[in-house]
């Protein structure tokens, strides 16, 4: 099992910067890749970025060049700066994990963002 809790999330002004943090217990040295993701009102949930344990990151088209996901190691959260917000980066944000040895794709309860224009 592994549990997951995402923090940071809150209310800024377009232009502005937030950093998301997620935390990973439990069996947390058997995950893979580890990635953010966002549901809009009314919309589907969206990937924002990925990041594997080996530290290849991909980002989505919409947000590549303002944002930067990290994590250091196994033991560390996983981090999303995202710069340059806008409106329309309004959102729950999401952490997800995907444990190698359950095979299972884990998900934190999500954390608001709210960019006011």
């Known amino acids: 099992q592994v549990q997951l809790v995402e923090s940071g999330g809150g209310l800024v002004q377009a232009g502005g910067s937030l950093r998301l943090s997620c935390a990973a217990s439990?069996?947390?040295?058997?995950?893979?890749?580890m990635g953010w993701f966002r549901q809009a009102p009314g919309k589907q949930r969206e990937l924002v970025a990925t990041?594997?344990?080996?530290?290849?990151?991909n980002y989505a088209n919409s947000m590549k060049g303002r944002l930067t996901i990290s994590r250091d190691n196994a033991k560390s959260p996983m981090y999303l700066q995202m710069n340059s917000l806008k409106p329309e980066d309004t959102a729950v944000y999401y952490c997800?994990?995907?444990?190698?040895?359950?095979?299972?794709?884990?998900w934190g309860q999500g954390t608001q963002v709210t960019v006011s224009s």
């Open positions: 997800n994990a995907f444990d190698t040895m359950s095979r299972q794709l884990y």
């Open positions: 439990g069996s947390s040295f058997s995950i893979s890749v």
């Open positions: 990041i594997t344990s080996g530290g290849i990151t």
